[in-house]
């Protein structure tokens, strides 16, 4: 599976709009995108998932550019509950089932 | 609720001692997999099953860790003669195929304490 880089923290306060940005540089031409989230002792869960261009779903929008080395999960309008770790994976599922997460990016939201 | 359900939440156990954590997947998912998280760290795959059997195993799962399946529903995760490096939380998940892509759907997770 394509190694994943994403900025280990990032700050916002409620109400902002949050960028995370994932670089896959070598991500393969099945590969798909996909974002978990993971509150303080719980699993992670599922957010969203791409292949190209963007998607969005009631939760979040992934914007991913033509190149698809890269992607950006944006969460709008931030709450405090949104505090937590946001993965970032990319693997095609057809043959390599298992996730492969890197350490994610840590969110603060303040108030 | 019909998540994924895994039992116990915490355990704390002497070095030495055997483990045995459930998991319990989402009705009617054929797939079921076991991943270990240390503080601080995205979560490691550990092994993966499809419906009974069990096709693949990390190099991260030594001897002393055994993953049953026996009829393809709840799985079973042993630890013997634990050790203090054993400490970690164990999660479980449980997917069912969809094209193109699966989504795993993650339990609430074990936390293991080896004192």
């Known amino acids: 599976l394509a190694k994943t880089t994403q900025p280990i923290s990032m700050d916002s306060y409620e109400g902002q709009e949050v960028n995370i940005t994932c670089s896959h540089n070598?991500?393969?031409?099945?590969?798909?995108i996909t974002w978990y989230q993971q509150f303080p002792s719980q699993g992670p869960r599922f957010i969203i998932q791409g292949y190209k261009t963007k998607v969005t779903n009631e939760v979040a929008s992934l914007f991913i550019p033509a190149d698809r080395k890269s992607s950006t999960l944006s969460l709008p309008r931030v709450s405090l509950s949104d505090t937590a770790v946001y993965y970032c994976?990319?693997?095609?599922?057809?043959?390599?089932?298992?996730?492969?997460f890197g350490s994610g990016t840590r969110l603060l939201v303040r108030p | 609720d019909t998540g994924v359900s895994q039992d116990p939440r915490h355990k704390i156990t002497k070095r030495g001692q055997n483990v045995t954590f459930r998991c319990d997947p989402i009705s009617e998912h054929n797939r079921l997999y076991w991943y270990r998280q240390t503080l601080g760290q995205g979560p490691e795959f550990l092994t993966y099953f499809q419906n009974e059997a069990q096709l693949e195993k990390s190099r991260l799962l030594s001897d002393r860790f055994s993953a049953e399946r026996p009829k393809g529903s709840f799985s079973t995760l042993e630890i013997q003669r634990t050790e203090q490096g054993d400490s970690a939380m164990y999660l479980c998940a449980s997917s069912e195929r969809e094209a193109p892509q699966e989504t795993q759907y993650f339990g609430p997770g074990t936390r293991l304490l080896v004192l």
């Open positions: 994976l990319v693997g095609a599922m057809d043959s390599s089932y298992k996730l492969i």
């Open positions: 070598n991500i393969a031409t099945n590969d798909y």
